[in-house]
């Protein structure tokens, strides 16, 4: 609402302000000489110093903005309109006006962007307030049936015997990340058992990044999660937040297991994507997972996933003693500026 009201001051002034007024040399009475046009910035800025100080403006507003506090971007942005409103009012040369009202434009655009991201953002904290709840008073039953076969236990066999060292390295990852990553599961009625998809996906690495640049605890590739609401740009990329990566990933693979059915080929199309495995299904007339032709990637994923699922239900049974629970706690701290990371850490 406090956004909303905020355009709105800014058109009005807008409408105050509609245009520069022309402008008239003193000296001959006829409008401002055409070679203005050719000025570089630099040397517009010399001639018209609050130019300069009116862009340098804009991108410590527009810098604000993409470091997540709209509140200061805002503040800025509206105080920047005045002064720009203020400066076509002195009735400018026809080549300052035209970069004023360039500068006028660029500052509406960067306030609609942060309405639009404080509805977004609103939204999104009411949902992950109401999930929760949900999460603290509702357990999914279900199970993941895991299918024995020789593909199965090949990867069981792999992961106790030649690929151990890494299994319990995967294993005491999910003691520190089980206590996060399940409650999101469940609030969004998935069975906890797709933790281990996260395992044979990074091996619970937050900042793993694949040959083809998935990246994060999920893997997702940039244009995917951007779809899935996180943000990916040069200042954060949240595939690498375990939190906000597993509400995506648990909502991709709900739109998934609506799509196919079951989870196999859920986590088939997680691994190739939905239309890979619909395309499979409709030219192979089987939705079968163990009899479709698929990339032998993806014929070896969910096998292997059967495996870390298997292990990871009942460790000590395959030798992997030890394994507990240290479940990474924090708190969510709201800070009203940029801080140094350095200074945040040493205060933790």
Partial sequence: MRGRLKIFLASTLLFLFPACFPYISEKSGESEDVSYNTLSHDQMYALYPQL????????????????????????LSDRLLEDIARMKSTSPAPFVCNHLDSLENLVVVLNQHIVEEESINDWNFHMSAVLDSIALNHVVEEEIEIVHNWQTD??????????????????????????????????????????????????????ARSNVKATGPWQFMAGTGRLFGLRINWWIDERKDIVASTYAAAHYLSHLHNLFGNWQLAL?????????????????????????????????????????????????????????????????????????????????
């Fill in 268 to 348: 088939a199309a997680y691994n190739s994507g939905e239309y890979r495995v619909a395309g499979a299904i409709s030219r192979q007339r089987t939705d079968d997972y163990w009899k479709l032709n698929l990339p032998d990637q993806t014929r070896w994923f969910v096998p292997k996933f059967m495996a870390a699922l298997e292990i990871g239900r009942n460790p000590a049974k395959y030798g992997f003693e030890g394994i507990v629970d240290s479940t990474l706690k924090f708190d969510v701290v709201r800070i009203d500026k940029s801080t140094d990371l350095r200074i945040i850490a040493k205060s933790a």
């Fill in 154 to 207: 090949y990867w069981v066999k792999y992961f106790t015997g030649k690929g151990r060292k890494f299994f319990t390295k995967w294993l005491q990852r999910v003691g520190v990340y089980r206590g996060i990553i399940e409650p999101i599961l469940v609030s969004c009625d998935l069975p906890r058992d797709l933790v281990f998809l996260s395992v044979i996906e990074s091996g619970l690495n937050l900042n």
């Fill in 52 to 75: 300069l100080n009116l862009q340098e403006r804009l991108d410590e507003a527009n810098a604000w903005y993409y470091l997540g506090n709209t509140n200061i971007a805002i503040d």
